[in-house]
């Protein structure tokens, strides 16, 4: 029973996980994240923001935002699992874009 209870327990912690990256990754929740936490974002407006990431395309049809593998090697250290990895390009008020 004891073994019951901890498969149960890890299921019910691997789902609420996956719950909140859902959240973290709807784009209103995530644009306000950006915009309240990212200083590249200070003169981009929330509605921009969440525009860039609800994946608006420029001219070369490359995505402003684009959800990454969150799996990555990383040399002399090995495998790093990240919860949510992302790049975001914002535009900057000198006209170019920085990617975060």
């Not at 859902?22 to 950006?34: A, S, T, V």
């Not at 981009?44 to 001219?59: F, G, P, R, T």
């Not at 402003?64 to 699992?81: A, M, R, S």
Request: glycine content about 6%.
């Amino acid at each position: 029973m004891d073994k019951v209870l901890e498969i149960t327990s890890n299921d019910h912690i691997i789902m609420i996980d996956k719950l909140c990256k859902r959240i973290l990754g709807h784009p209103e929740i995530l644009g306000r994240i950006i915009k309240g936490f990212i200083k590249e974002a200070k003169d981009v407006s929330l509605e921009e923001i969440i525009e860039l990431i609800k994946e608006k395309k420029d001219q070369e049809g490359n995505y402003y935002f684009q959800q990454l593998n969150n799996v990555i090697d990383i040399p002399h250290h090995g495998k790093v699992e990240f919860d949510y990895f992302c790049y975001i390009n914002l535009s900057q008020v000198d006209g170019t874009m920085k990617r975060i």
